[in-house]
């Protein structure tokens, strides 16, 4: 391609300003290029959770959105799933301790599907028992939780460590925790009939 077809492609195009979601408080994440909105449909920006609260203790968690949705010059999003920097993860691992980890698919209030993984660190390595009881607390949080809110609120209460504060409030009643974190969601694709099985095994060990 000729760099004066280059340029044209590029002059045709403009530029589209990102929003968080309302529930992520409209910030602006970024901007992204197309000659056309439908082209800008489907995109997945990535931003910290520095760049929506200016909080820099929180540039450690990665945040997803996806454009839903364009009006104008401004692209609306949804939350996509969020993780951890793997450097920050390792700087919670120490020797002696134990690392108890959980994945769960969850289903929103509203019917949105999600993967989510707990992490609890101990203060002292622990018996596979005690690891179990914790891996099942975690299990009745996140689904109790899904059940109760929907997708937005559910992202905001994941995203913020409230989710995580809760898990750690009752895990630390079986053992001692440093520390507990959702340190990773993403969305999935469920059929429905799926979506009424995860709902009846989160009612079933309510």
Not at 102 to 120: C, E, H, N, Q, S
Not at 133 to 159: C, D, F, S, T, W
Request: with cysteine.
């Amino acid at each position: 391609m000729s760099r004066e077809r280059v340029k044209d492609s590029w002059s045709a195009k403009k530029w589209f300003t990102v929003l968080a979601p309302t529930y992520f408080g409209n910030v602006e994440i970024g901007l992204t290029p197309a000659d056309s909105p439908e082209k800008v449909i489907g995109r997945v920006m990535e931003a910290t959770l520095y760049d929506i609260t200016g909080d820099f203790s929180l540039i450690h968690v990665k945040l997803y959105f996806r454009i839903i949705d364009v009006s104008g010059e401004v692209a609306q999003t949804e939350f996509y799933g969020h993780e951890f920097t793997r450097d920050y993860l390792k700087s919670l691992v120490r020797r002696g301790t134990s690392k108890v980890d959980g994945i769960f698919d969850v289903v929103t209030k509203d019917g949105r599907a999600l993967r989510v993984y707990p992490v609890a660190f101990t203060i002292n390595r622990i018996k596979t028992s005690q690891e179990k009881i914790i891996r099942n607390v975690m299990g009745e949080v996140v689904e109790k939780k899904a059940e109760q809110l929907n997708y937005g609120e559910y992202a905001q209460e994941v995203v913020l460590g409230k989710i995580a504060s809760e898990i750690y409030n009752l895990a630390r009643k079986i053992v001692p925790l440093r520390k507990c974190e959702v340190w990773k969601t993403k969305p999935i694709k469920v059929r429905a009939k799926t979506v009424e099985t995860l709902r009846a095994e989160t009612q079933a060990t309510a």
